[in-house]
């Protein structure tokens, strides 16, 4: 008696998950009834977050050439989050005016550069609730490509080159104030340092590579 009823139980076990997903997937013509699910904007793969911003810098050239000076100079884009959670892509598209001063070897120039980049950076918050305070680290870098560039004062010998594309390497921390539900304050230091010689050296230019100290505040909008 026993054996008959663990081998109804069983066959009953086995039969009716096949009758449910029979019944959940055809209707009574026969039909598939289940619908293919639309993608969501929550998704990992989607953006969640714009962020317009400006930046405050810092910038300079490091060589073994000269000595260059500090300039200052400014910037301003619009970066996005793209998944969700505590671990994200960031990427966007950011203008930034770089270059140098020197008043070393009889030159005074004064070097101004303008790039548009496109950053590609990790980026790590320390809370996941996406409307909440999180201190947040990111890093990457930001290829790009110089769209002016304007040289002054009495520097010796004509033009500086410099090359028209460029790599850096970026590594920032900040943190996310929220505003109301749907917007945060985004403040944040930015360290970049390139990895490309911009001097235009096969053209007779100087062994120099980009550097800057950003200050950025930018308004995160949630999608």
């Known amino acids: ?34 619908k293919v699910k639309q993608p969501s904007l929550t998704n990992n793969g989607d953006v969640s977050r714009i962020i317009p911003q400006i930046s405050f810098l810092a910038s300079n050239f490091t060589g073994d050439e000269f000595k260059f000076d500090t300039k200052m100079g400014f910037g301003a884009g619009v970066a996005a989050d793209i998944g969700t959670g505590s671990l994200v892509a960031e990427s966007g598209i950011l203008y930034r005016q770089l270059g140098t001063q020197t008043n070393q070897y009889g030159q005074n120039l004064i070097l101004n550069l303008g790039y548009i980049g496109l950053p590609l950076l990790a980026k ?35 033009d500086f080159p410099v090359n028209s594309l460029d790599l850096e390497a970026a590594l920032g921390v900040g943190s996310k104030f929220p505003v109301n539900p749907n917007n945060d304050l985004f403040l944040e230091v930015t360290l970049n340092r390139g990895l490309t010689n911009v001097g235009a050296s096969s053209q ?10 950003l200050l950025t505040a930018g308004l995160g909008i949630d999608l």
């Open 1 to 34: 008696m026993l054996r008959q009823f663990l081998f109804l139980a069983l066959a009953f076990n086995l039969t009716f998950p096949l009758v449910a997903f029979s019944q959940s997937i055809t209707d009574s013509k026969g039909t598939i009834s289940q």
């Open 124 to 158: 790590a918050y320390t809370n996941s609730n996406p409307h909440g305070f999180a201190a947040y680290f990111k890093g990457g870098v930001i290829p790009e490509i110089l769209i002016y560039k304007e040289v002054s004062g009495n520097q010796p010998g004509g």
């Open 204 to 213: 007779g230019g100087s062994n120099v590579f980009n550097a800057a100290l």
